[in-house]
């Protein structure tokens, strides 16, 4: 399944929480930049 985060760039979102997600671990901010470069977008 891909990821979901993904799906939500392409419906329009133009910012992102990085890192621990104020409350909760989450993917790493390289992890997050790389999904963004990977789709084609500009970080």
Do not use: F, K
Request: net charge negative.
């Amino acid at each position: 399944m891909p990821c979901v985060q993904a799906l939500g760039y392409l419906a329009g979102i133009n910012a992102t929480l990085v890192g621990s997600y104020l409350t909760t671990s989450g993917r790493t901010v390289a992890e997050d930049i790389q999904m963004i470069v990977d789709m084609g977008l500009e970080v």
